[in-house]
Protein backbone atom coordinates (compact mmCIF):
# COMPACT_ATOMS: atom_id res chain seq x y z
CA UNK A 1 0.00 0.00 0.00
CA UNK A 2 2.96 2.32 0.96
CA UNK A 3 4.40 1.78 -2.62
CA UNK A 4 0.97 2.67 -4.49
CA UNK A 5 0.67 5.65 -2.18
CA UNK A 6 4.24 6.69 -3.18
CA UNK A 7 3.83 5.64 -6.87
CA UNK A 8 0.58 7.79 -7.13
CA UNK A 9 2.09 10.61 -5.41
CA UNK A 10 4.98 10.71 -8.04
CA UNK A 11 3.19 10.25 -10.68
CA UNK A 12 1.31 13.82 -9.91
CA UNK A 13 4.11 15.41 -9.68
CA UNK A 14 5.42 14.73 -12.72
CA UNK A 15 1.90 16.07 -14.28
CA UNK A 16 2.08 19.26 -12.63
CA UNK A 17 5.84 19.77 -13.77
CA UNK A 18 4.86 19.17 -16.94
CA UNK A 19 1.70 20.50 -17.67
CA UNK A 20 0.90 23.74 -18.91
CA UNK A 21 -2.27 26.28 -19.65
CA UNK A 22 -3.85 26.06 -23.35
CA UNK A 23 -1.79 28.13 -25.80
CA UNK A 24 -5.17 29.72 -26.48
CA UNK A 25 -6.05 31.38 -23.33
CA UNK A 26 -2.29 32.95 -23.57
CA UNK A 27 -2.15 34.88 -26.68
CA UNK A 28 -5.22 36.64 -26.67
CA UNK A 29 -5.60 36.45 -30.52
CA UNK A 30 -8.36 35.59 -32.80
CA UNK A 31 -7.97 31.70 -34.61
CA UNK A 32 -10.40 32.09 -36.89
CA UNK A 33 -8.72 30.95 -40.40
CA UNK A 34 -8.57 33.69 -43.51
CA UNK A 35 -10.81 32.40 -45.15
CA UNK A 36 -13.50 32.88 -42.53
CA UNK A 37 -12.55 36.29 -41.37
CA UNK A 38 -14.50 39.32 -41.82
CA UNK A 39 -13.81 42.92 -40.07
CA UNK A 40 -16.19 43.89 -37.43
CA UNK A 41 -15.31 46.59 -34.95
CA UNK A 42 -14.58 43.77 -31.81
CA UNK A 43 -11.48 42.55 -34.12
CA UNK A 44 -7.91 43.54 -31.94
CA UNK A 45 -6.51 46.12 -33.22
CA UNK A 46 -2.82 44.30 -33.36
CA UNK A 47 -4.86 41.25 -35.71
CA UNK A 48 -6.01 43.67 -38.20
CA UNK A 49 -2.79 45.09 -38.53
CA UNK A 50 -1.05 41.86 -38.87
CA UNK A 51 -3.55 41.05 -41.63
CA UNK A 52 -2.09 44.40 -43.41
CA UNK A 53 1.46 43.26 -42.80
CA UNK A 54 2.64 45.07 -40.23
CA UNK A 55 5.61 43.78 -37.71
CA UNK A 56 4.32 41.72 -34.87
CA UNK A 57 4.52 43.03 -31.44
CA UNK A 58 7.62 42.32 -29.45
CA UNK A 59 6.15 41.02 -26.81
CA UNK A 60 3.89 37.76 -27.72
CA UNK A 61 3.38 35.46 -25.07
CA UNK A 62 5.57 32.11 -24.09
CA UNK A 63 3.17 29.73 -24.29
CA UNK A 64 5.87 27.18 -24.21
CA UNK A 65 6.10 28.24 -20.03
CA UNK A 66 4.72 25.95 -17.44
CA UNK A 67 1.90 27.21 -15.72
CA UNK A 68 1.23 30.49 -17.61
CA UNK A 69 -2.39 31.55 -17.71
CA UNK A 70 -4.20 34.74 -18.50
CA UNK A 71 -6.34 33.91 -15.26
CA UNK A 72 -3.50 33.71 -12.65
CA UNK A 73 -2.56 37.24 -14.40
CA UNK A 74 -6.10 38.52 -13.92
CA UNK A 75 -6.03 37.49 -10.09
CA UNK A 76 -2.28 38.73 -9.75
CA UNK A 77 -3.48 42.01 -11.62
CA UNK A 78 -6.82 42.65 -9.55
CA UNK A 79 -5.87 41.14 -6.05
CA UNK A 80 -2.06 40.75 -6.03
CA UNK A 81 -1.66 37.20 -5.73
CA UNK A 82 -2.56 34.18 -8.61
CA UNK A 83 -2.71 30.42 -8.98
CA UNK A 84 -0.84 28.02 -9.91
CA UNK A 85 -1.12 24.27 -11.55
CA UNK A 86 -3.42 22.50 -8.90
CA UNK A 87 -5.15 25.66 -7.52
CA UNK A 88 -1.82 26.66 -5.91
CA UNK A 89 -2.07 30.02 -4.32
CA UNK A 90 0.60 32.43 -5.02
CA UNK A 91 2.15 34.52 -2.02
CA UNK A 92 0.90 38.28 -2.09
CA UNK A 93 3.02 40.87 -4.63
CA UNK A 94 2.49 42.99 -2.45
CA UNK A 95 1.17 44.46 1.22
CA UNK A 96 0.00 47.88 0.07
CA UNK A 97 -0.87 47.90 -3.71
CA UNK A 98 -2.41 46.22 -6.07
CA UNK A 99 -2.54 46.99 -10.31
CA UNK A 100 -5.86 48.65 -9.72
CA UNK A 101 -4.40 51.03 -7.45
CA UNK A 102 -3.09 53.11 -9.86
CA UNK A 103 -4.07 51.85 -13.08
CA UNK A 104 -7.56 51.24 -14.71
CA UNK A 105 -8.46 48.24 -16.89
CA UNK A 106 -11.08 49.90 -19.19
CA UNK A 107 -10.48 52.10 -21.72
CA UNK A 108 -10.22 55.86 -19.99
CA UNK A 109 -9.48 58.39 -22.75
CA UNK A 110 -12.48 58.79 -25.67
CA UNK A 111 -9.41 59.94 -28.49
CA UNK A 112 -6.98 57.67 -27.90
CA UNK A 113 -4.42 59.64 -29.78
CA UNK A 114 -3.84 62.05 -27.49
CA UNK A 115 -3.48 62.23 -23.32
CA UNK A 116 -6.36 65.21 -22.28
CA UNK A 117 -6.65 65.15 -18.92
CA UNK A 118 -10.27 67.15 -19.02
CA UNK A 119 -11.63 64.42 -21.36
CA UNK A 120 -10.08 61.69 -19.63
CA UNK A 121 -11.84 62.92 -16.26
CA UNK A 122 -14.88 63.73 -17.65
CA UNK A 123 -15.00 60.37 -19.56
CA UNK A 124 -14.17 58.03 -16.33
CA UNK A 125 -16.81 59.83 -15.10
CA UNK A 126 -19.06 58.88 -17.46
CA UNK A 127 -18.27 55.59 -17.29
CA UNK A 128 -18.54 54.91 -13.52
CA UNK A 129 -13.73 54.86 -13.33
CA UNK A 130 -11.65 56.22 -10.98
CA UNK A 131 -8.95 59.32 -12.72
CA UNK A 132 -5.74 58.17 -11.57
CA UNK A 133 -2.01 59.08 -12.03
CA UNK A 134 -1.08 55.46 -14.25
CA UNK A 135 -2.12 55.19 -17.46
CA UNK A 136 -4.88 52.39 -18.32
CA UNK A 137 -3.96 48.77 -18.46
CA UNK A 138 -6.16 48.45 -21.38
CA UNK A 139 -4.46 48.73 -24.55
CA UNK A 140 -0.82 48.17 -22.87
CA UNK A 141 0.31 45.35 -25.51
CA UNK A 142 -0.72 47.86 -28.18
CA UNK A 143 2.21 50.10 -26.62
CA UNK A 144 6.42 49.57 -27.14
CA UNK A 145 7.14 52.06 -25.04
CA UNK A 146 7.11 52.66 -21.06
CA UNK A 147 7.79 55.16 -18.16
CA UNK A 148 8.42 57.41 -21.01
CA UNK A 149 9.70 60.98 -20.47
CA UNK A 150 10.32 62.49 -17.16
CA UNK A 151 9.84 59.07 -15.39
CA UNK A 152 13.39 58.94 -15.81
CA UNK A 153 13.76 61.74 -13.26
CA UNK A 154 11.99 59.54 -10.62
CA UNK A 155 13.72 55.81 -11.71
CA UNK A 156 17.02 56.48 -12.78
CA UNK A 157 18.65 54.02 -14.78
CA UNK A 158 15.95 51.33 -13.63
CA UNK A 159 13.98 52.76 -16.86
CA UNK A 160 16.57 51.41 -19.15
CA UNK A 161 15.43 48.37 -19.37
CA UNK A 162 12.08 48.93 -19.00
CA UNK A 163 11.34 51.76 -21.38
CA UNK A 164 11.49 49.58 -24.44
CA UNK A 165 10.31 45.77 -22.64
CA UNK A 166 7.19 45.22 -21.59
CA UNK A 167 7.95 42.18 -19.26
CA UNK A 168 10.52 44.54 -17.46
CA UNK A 169 8.45 47.64 -17.27
CA UNK A 170 5.68 45.06 -15.19
CA UNK A 171 8.74 44.20 -12.78
CA UNK A 172 9.58 47.66 -12.14
CA UNK A 173 6.03 47.91 -11.79
CA UNK A 174 5.86 45.50 -9.22
CA UNK A 175 8.96 46.35 -7.56
CA UNK A 176 9.44 50.03 -7.54
CA UNK A 177 5.73 51.26 -7.61
CA UNK A 178 4.09 48.50 -5.73
CA UNK A 179 6.87 47.93 -3.46
CA UNK A 180 6.24 44.58 -3.60
CA UNK A 181 8.43 41.37 -4.55
CA UNK A 182 9.50 40.94 -7.85
CA UNK A 183 7.83 38.69 -10.18
CA UNK A 184 8.46 34.61 -10.67
CA UNK A 185 8.91 34.32 -14.67
CA UNK A 186 5.74 32.42 -14.93
CA UNK A 187 3.74 35.15 -13.26
CA UNK A 188 4.89 38.19 -15.02
CA UNK A 189 3.92 35.91 -18.31
CA UNK A 190 0.50 35.87 -17.02
CA UNK A 191 -0.06 39.14 -16.59
CA UNK A 192 1.29 39.53 -20.10
CA UNK A 193 -1.11 37.16 -21.25
CA UNK A 194 -4.50 39.02 -19.76
CA UNK A 195 -3.01 42.37 -20.72
CA UNK A 196 -3.61 40.35 -24.44
CA UNK A 197 -6.87 40.10 -23.22
CA UNK A 198 -7.53 43.76 -22.62
CA UNK A 199 -6.12 44.79 -26.13
CA UNK A 200 -7.31 47.77 -28.31
CA UNK A 201 -10.53 46.71 -30.59
CA UNK A 202 -11.12 48.74 -33.78
CA UNK A 203 -14.05 49.74 -32.05
CA UNK A 204 -11.70 51.92 -29.96
CA UNK A 205 -10.37 54.09 -32.55
CA UNK A 206 -12.41 56.75 -34.53
CA UNK A 207 -12.58 56.00 -37.84
CA UNK A 208 -14.68 57.76 -40.32
CA UNK A 209 -16.86 55.52 -42.13
CA UNK A 210 -15.04 56.41 -45.22
CA UNK A 211 -11.49 55.12 -43.11
CA UNK A 212 -13.33 51.91 -42.18
CA UNK A 213 -13.85 50.95 -45.80
CA UNK A 214 -9.83 52.04 -46.65
CA UNK A 215 -9.30 49.53 -43.99
CA UNK A 216 -11.70 46.89 -45.67
CA UNK A 217 -9.98 47.59 -48.97
CA UNK A 218 -6.70 47.10 -47.93
CA UNK A 219 -7.38 43.81 -46.33
CA UNK A 220 -8.80 42.51 -49.36
CA UNK A 221 -6.12 43.53 -51.28
CA UNK A 222 -7.60 46.69 -53.10
CA UNK A 223 -5.96 49.31 -51.04
CA UNK A 224 -2.76 50.69 -49.88
CA UNK A 225 -1.52 48.52 -46.98
CA UNK A 226 0.90 50.47 -45.55
CA UNK A 227 -0.44 53.64 -45.46
CA UNK A 228 -3.57 52.23 -43.93
CA UNK A 229 -1.45 50.37 -41.26
CA UNK A 230 -0.19 54.29 -40.50
CA UNK A 231 -3.53 55.39 -40.52
CA UNK A 232 -4.79 52.62 -37.60
CA UNK A 233 -1.65 53.44 -35.58
CA UNK A 234 -2.10 57.41 -35.58
CA UNK A 235 -5.11 56.49 -33.65
CA UNK A 236 -3.30 55.51 -30.39
CA UNK A 237 -0.64 56.28 -28.60
CA UNK A 238 2.08 54.29 -29.07
CA UNK A 239 3.69 55.87 -25.62
CA UNK A 240 2.09 58.16 -22.51
CA UNK A 241 4.02 60.73 -22.05
CA UNK A 242 5.02 62.22 -18.81
CA UNK A 243 5.89 65.55 -17.81
CA UNK A 244 6.61 66.60 -14.57
CA UNK A 245 5.67 70.19 -12.81
CA UNK A 246 6.18 71.72 -10.05
CA UNK A 247 3.78 73.22 -7.65
CA UNK A 248 3.03 77.00 -8.12
CA UNK A 249 5.67 79.46 -6.65
CA UNK A 250 3.19 81.19 -4.61
CA UNK A 251 0.88 78.57 -2.91
CA UNK A 252 -1.36 81.27 -1.63
CA UNK A 253 -1.73 82.28 -4.94
CA UNK A 254 -1.73 78.83 -6.66
CA UNK A 255 -1.60 78.41 -10.43
CA UNK A 256 -3.64 81.80 -10.84
CA UNK A 257 -6.54 80.37 -12.74
CA UNK A 258 -10.03 80.35 -11.66
CA UNK A 259 -10.97 77.11 -10.33
CA UNK A 260 -14.30 75.23 -11.39
CA UNK A 261 -16.18 73.63 -8.69
CA UNK A 262 -18.11 71.18 -9.70
CA UNK A 263 -14.65 69.74 -11.83
CA UNK A 264 -13.17 69.97 -8.29
CA UNK A 265 -15.78 67.79 -6.71
CA UNK A 266 -15.08 64.95 -9.68
CA UNK A 267 -11.22 64.81 -9.04
CA UNK A 268 -11.89 64.77 -5.12
CA UNK A 269 -14.73 62.06 -5.50
CA UNK A 270 -13.26 59.84 -8.69
CA UNK A 271 -9.17 60.53 -7.62
CA UNK A 272 -8.59 61.31 -4.27
CA UNK A 273 -11.30 59.07 -2.35
CA UNK A 274 -9.66 56.46 -4.57
CA UNK A 275 -6.99 55.77 -2.46
CA UNK A 276 -8.02 57.51 0.65
CA UNK A 277 -11.54 56.71 1.43
CA UNK A 278 -11.04 54.21 4.67
CA UNK A 279 -7.53 54.16 4.23
CA UNK A 280 -8.07 52.12 0.97
CA UNK A 281 -4.37 52.44 0.02
CA UNK A 282 -3.39 55.10 2.33
CA UNK A 283 -2.78 56.13 5.97
CA UNK A 284 -4.08 59.64 5.42
CA UNK A 285 -7.67 59.18 5.25
CA UNK A 286 -10.50 61.07 3.75
CA UNK A 287 -14.24 61.79 3.30
CA UNK A 288 -16.78 64.08 3.27
CA UNK A 289 -16.70 65.78 6.35
CA UNK A 290 -16.10 69.24 7.18
CA UNK A 291 -12.73 68.08 8.89
CA UNK A 292 -11.17 66.46 5.75
CA UNK A 293 -12.19 69.29 3.99
CA UNK A 294 -10.89 72.50 6.49
CA UNK A 295 -7.40 70.29 7.18
CA UNK A 296 -6.89 70.11 2.92
CA UNK A 297 -8.01 73.96 2.97
CA UNK A 298 -5.44 74.92 5.61
CA UNK A 299 -2.77 73.31 4.27
CA UNK A 300 -3.30 73.80 0.36
CA UNK A 301 -1.11 77.07 0.72
CA UNK A 302 1.53 75.83 3.04
CA UNK A 303 5.12 73.66 2.54
CA UNK A 304 3.86 71.03 4.31
CA UNK A 305 3.09 67.06 3.63
CA UNK A 306 -0.42 67.72 3.47
CA UNK A 307 -0.50 70.28 1.00
CA UNK A 308 -2.32 68.99 -2.11
CA UNK A 309 0.16 71.31 -4.12
CA UNK A 310 3.24 69.14 -2.76
CA UNK A 311 2.29 65.52 -2.69
CA UNK A 312 0.06 66.08 -6.24
CA UNK A 313 2.89 67.07 -7.77
CA UNK A 314 6.14 65.94 -6.02
CA UNK A 315 4.00 62.58 -4.78
CA UNK A 316 5.68 60.78 -1.38
CA UNK A 317 8.52 58.68 -0.30
CA UNK A 318 8.69 54.95 0.63
CA UNK A 319 9.51 54.87 4.29
CA UNK A 320 10.86 52.06 6.46
CA UNK A 321 7.85 50.12 8.03
CA UNK A 322 5.48 52.73 6.06
CA UNK A 323 6.19 51.73 1.91
CA UNK A 324 2.72 52.59 0.94
CA UNK A 325 3.56 55.92 -0.96
CA UNK A 326 1.81 58.49 -3.18
CA UNK A 327 2.60 58.30 -6.91
CA UNK A 328 2.69 62.66 -8.39
CA UNK A 329 0.51 63.29 -11.07
CA UNK A 330 2.50 64.44 -14.17
CA UNK A 331 1.10 67.04 -16.23
CA UNK A 332 -0.43 64.60 -18.37
CA UNK A 333 -2.78 62.93 -15.21
CA UNK A 334 -3.95 66.36 -13.43
CA UNK A 335 -3.82 69.91 -14.89
CA UNK A 336 -3.18 73.11 -13.59
CA UNK A 337 -6.37 74.09 -14.10
CA UNK A 338 -7.58 70.64 -12.37
CA UNK A 339 -5.77 71.22 -9.13
CA UNK A 340 -7.07 74.80 -8.98
CA UNK A 341 -10.08 72.92 -9.87
CA UNK A 342 -9.64 70.92 -6.79
CA UNK A 343 -8.50 73.87 -4.13
CA UNK A 344 -11.68 75.65 -4.95
CA UNK A 345 -13.67 72.35 -4.59
CA UNK A 346 -12.05 72.14 -1.02
CA UNK A 347 -12.68 75.82 -0.40
CA UNK A 348 -15.90 75.64 -0.65
CA UNK A 349 -17.03 72.51 1.08
CA UNK A 350 -14.86 73.64 4.41
CA UNK A 351 -17.47 76.00 5.01
Not at 22 to 27: C, G, M, N, Y
Not at 42 to 70: C, F, I, Q, Y
Not at 101 to 108: Q, R
Not at 201 to 212: A, G, N, T, V
Request: net charge neutral; proline share 4%; charged share 25%.
Amino acid sequence: MKAIVLTFSALMLCMLMAWRWPASETTGMDKQGASTWTLTKDKAVNEVLLRLGDEPLPHPVDTNMKWVSARAGEELVKYGFGRGPGGFKTSRQSKHFVCTSCHNLEKEDPDLSVSDPQARLLYVKDNGLPFLQGTSLYGAVNRTQFYNGDYRKKYGDLVNAAQNDIREAIQLCAEECAQGRRLRDWEVESILAYFWELGLKMDDLILSDPEWQEVENALNGNGDQEGVVRMIKRRYLAASPATFVTPPKDRKVGYELEGNVENGQLIYELSCLHCHENGRYAFYRLDDSKFSFKHLDRHFSRYTRYSVYQVARYGTSPLNGKRAYMPNYTLEKMSNQQMEDLRAYVKQMRK
